[in-house]
């Protein structure tokens, strides 16, 4: 890895991306790196713009030392990770708006909703019923497809998850056209079958979407599945 710094700062970015707001140690241990050699990729990308510090607010009292840096992708990254598609897209969507109104727009999105639970719910249900596994499992499937997705525990995971992702590839289309955000929002609750909430999104400015997950409604569900089988 070290004989290819671009390919290894490339593997710093994705990481970045996908977990962030993240610390330069954690990125050395996900790669095996000095933490010394991730922050020289690190200026690297702050350099080109492409990452900025995150000011994270503690959950725990600060001890001694200087806190940990965190870093998240900035505009520049996401712009350079776009599909290639995605203006032609977005000026497909423009089209269809002013042609055939609002409404069309509202259509295309529900229409898409549904192909994302489609596309989506074989894999979820392989998961099984342990709500945070199908959390994940969706996450994965969403990585696959260019969303660098990750699930984070919230209160050590045992009432609520949150599924972040740190891109989008039809992010110029989202910032224009929300009812896509608000589409993916229910096809992801549809999927996990409980009542999700999107806290933020990368069409609205943050550095990542982030949706609210309470696997302890799943748990309840799931408990009381298992309780009407054996019945």
Known sequence: MASDPQGTRELVLDLVVEKGPVTASVIARILGLTTAAVRRHITTLEESGEIAEHEVTPTEPRGRGRPARHYVATDVAHERLHDSYAEIASRAMSYLAQTAGDEAIDSFAASRSREIERKYAPIVR??????RARAIALADALTQDGYAASVRDIGGGNFAVQLCQGHCPILSIAEEFPQMCEAET????????VHVQRLAT???????CTTHIP???LSKRTRMHRGSTRA
């Open 186 to 193: 229910q096809a992801i609750g549809r999927l996990l079958d």
């Open 215 to 217: 696997v302890a409604a």
């Open 126 to 131: 392989a998961a099984g019923r342990d709500p």
């Open 202 to 208: 990368l069409a609205g400015g943050e550095h990542v």
